[in-house]
């Protein structure tokens, strides 16, 4: 039985250094020095929230992938090409870029950058939130299966809840988007190879029923979770808007109920990595994946000058170039 007062957590660590003060000493001192490290941290984190899209006019949404953390430069002018032409005014025509994490580091530099950009709006997603109504069965189903259903499920929420211009990071408006709702099939797709929908942008009102057919083709087709990501999503946006649309083939859209849909031809998607010359009547510029996998400013930056992406993003290629020149790369 112990008798007396009992031992504070600061002897204990006092007895199970061998009671060395100076030792104790030294362990009390970095203990303090690491605490105000992450306080003055902490301090220089961004917390993010999840803020819900104004209604009207649809705005601009991106959806960041889950499996990748790292914002580049080219998401970031993507972002801002997408921005081009809103006035201050028009607040409901900010472009919104949803993250899956919930705060952003010092260290994330794109992330904050972002965040600087005139009528960009960086949120949380909160998948849950988006996933309300008729399709929140389906579509949390998709939130536990591979990354890139994680990735639709949320843009599927977005649009079936708020509409809107969904692209996804990895292309670069060339001209202003933004679409006039002015009825329950008005929107926007894009012709993509071996006719079939591109999914790289997709515009729809609130609660389309291609929308719907999207979500339940998402977690019942569970054999094109391990095929080819992005020809498993054209078949699946292709069927939904065929069966969504009440037509067999893509090009009796016009006589169907979505007959005024914009369809984007597919010459108007230039493809970086694969297209020869830099069409000036391109609509959408697609960048290659593999950009994803380095940090490597200088090699941005020849991206931006061969492809004159300045011309869209001059914000986003003034500080790239100040970034190479500071690192003297």
């Known amino acids: 039985m112990l008798f007396g007062p009992r031992p504070s957590l600061g002897w204990l660590a006092y007895l199970m250094l061998g009671g060395s003060w100076r030792r104790y000493t030294i362990m009390l001192v970095a203990f303090c020095l690491i605490s105000l490290f992450i306080v003055d941290e902490g301090k220089k984190m961004v917390t993010l929230r999840h803020l819900s899209p104004a209604p009207f006019p649809p705005p601009v949404t991106f959806v960041h ?66 996933v309300s109504g008729p399709l929140s069965a389906s579509l949390k189903k998709a939130a536990f299966m591979s990354t890139w259903q994680k990735w639709l499920a949320a843009r599927l929420g977005i649009l079936w809840k708020y509409g809107g211009v969904s692209m996804s990071f990895g292309s670069i408006m060339t001209k202003a988007l933004h679409v006039e709702f002015t009825g329950p099939h008005t929107g926007i797709i894009v012709e993509g190879e071996n006719q079939l929908l591109d999914p790289v942008l997709l515009a729809t009102p609130p609660h389309h029923p291609a ?71 391109a609509l959408l510029i697609r960048y290659p994946e593999e950009l994803y996998t380095f940090r490597d400013d200088k090699r941005f930056l020849r991206y931006f000058q061969a492809n004159h992406l300045e011309r869209f993003c001059p914000i986003t290629a003034r500080h790239l170039e100040m970034r190479v020149v500071a690192e003297g790369i």
């Not at 032409?85 to 919930?102: A, C, S």
């Not at 020809?231 to 946006?237: E, P, S």
């Not at 090009?251 to 998607?269: E, G, Q």
């Open 65 to 130: 992938s889950p499996d990748n953390p790292l914002i580049t430069p080219l998401d970031a002018c993507s972002v801002e090409a997408a921005s081009a032409g809103i006035e201050k005014g028009q607040m409901n025509r900010r472009v919104y870029v949803y993250l899956w994490k919930e705060t952003i580091t010092p260290a994330d530099e794109w992330a904050n950058w972002m965040l600087r950009l005139p009528m960009i709006q960086v949120t949380n997603m909160d998948l849950p939130s988006l």
């Open 211 to 281: 929308i719907a057919v999207l979500a339940a083709y998402l977690v019942n087709d569970t054999s094109s979770a391990n095929r080819d990501t992005e020809a498993t999503l054209g078949q699946l946006l292709t069927k939904a808007f065929l069966n969504g649309c009440g037509v067999d083939r893509l090009t009796r859209l016009p006589s169907s109920s979505c007959r005024t849909f914009n369809f984007i031809a597919r010459n108007k998607t230039f493809s970086i990595e694969k297209d020869a010359g830099h069409p000036e009547d």
